[in-house]
């Protein structure tokens, strides 16, 4: 497990099972944070091919927040791994559809084994995450 915090983000990174990797983000995600986002989600998804962000604890997202997100789920999908998210706050998901993201990204909500959008192949590497990131 791995954490860094800066004033207004704190991210940790924790392996949930061989594979699989749970990144919380927790606070802001912006032009000033996006930083250690970005090395958390690069650590991360150099140790597994599975990765799921837990943004059940962001306050905030910005357009370049968005663009971290999208950059490692292009990541995942150059490596053949998957990348979703998991159960973002208000805030953040209403940010997530007003600029399409939410069409683009796998979510994850508690409770809930298949992500949005349902894609057959996404659906089915995003479900084997939730099986596993919500322990």
Do not use: K
């Amino acid at each position: 497990m791995s954490t860094c915090v800066q004033a207004l983000l704190a991210c940790e990174c924790r392996s949930v099972a061989l594979g699989y990797e749970r990144v919380s983000a927790v606070g802001e995600i912006d032009l000033a944070t996006g930083a250690w986002l970005t090395d958390a989600l690069q650590e991360a998804q150099a140790r597994a091919q599975s990765v799921v962000l837990d943004l059940s604890a962001a306050t905030f997202i910005d357009a370049g927040g968005v663009r971290i997100l999208l950059a490692a789920d292009t990541r995942a999908r150059a490596a053949s791994g998957t990348f979703a998210i998991a159960d973002p706050t208000s805030p953040v998901e209403r940010v997530l559809q007003l600029v399409g993201a939410d069409r683009v990204l796998a979510i994850l909500r508690p409770g809930i084994l298949s992500p949005e959008p349902a894609t057959t192949i996404r659906s089915t590497a995003a479900a084997a995450i939730a099986r596993t990131a919500w322990l």
